[in-house]
């Protein structure tokens, strides 16, 4: 089991800046890929970003590349993802999912992941 814990949320104006953290517990943290995946009240659980074990491998959504940057500390148990000139458009509830993922192509897909946060919630007023 892989517990994933959440925080960092809050509100923000657009344009600011807000750091959400991803702090895991449990077996090896180290093996799994980390996602990132928002929802919106209405809409479905949409991928964002994540980082293989290694952080050899990086992947955004086309929304948020050059806005939000993906990094994880191994040592520290912790994934982050910095999240810069937010848009009202990024208010969702955030969530991190951890999966042993092997392949790029899995990483976008909220279902290959195994274990999941409770999320926390992002707010971007204009």
């Known amino acids: 089991q892989v517990q994933l814990t959440e925080s960092g949320g809050g509100s923000v104006t657009a344009g600011g800046s807000l750091r959400l953290s991803c702090a895991a517990s449990g077996r090896t943290f180290s093996n799994y890929a980390i996602g990132w995946f928002r929802q919106a009240p209405g809409k479905e659980r949409a991928f964002v970003a994540a980082?293989?074990?290694?952080?050899?491998?990086?992947y955004y959504a086309d929304s948020v590349k050059g806005r939000f940057t993906i990094s994880r500390d191994n040592a520290k148990n912790t994934v982050y993802l910095q999240m810069n000139s937010l848009k009202p458009e990024d208010t969702s509830v955030y969530y991190c999912a951890a999966g042993p993922l092997a392949y790029s192509g899995h990483y976008y897909y909220s279902h290959m992941y195994t274990y999941w946060g409770q999320g926390t919630q992002v707010t971007v007023s204009s």
């Open positions: 980082i293989s074990w290694s952080s050899d491998s990086i």
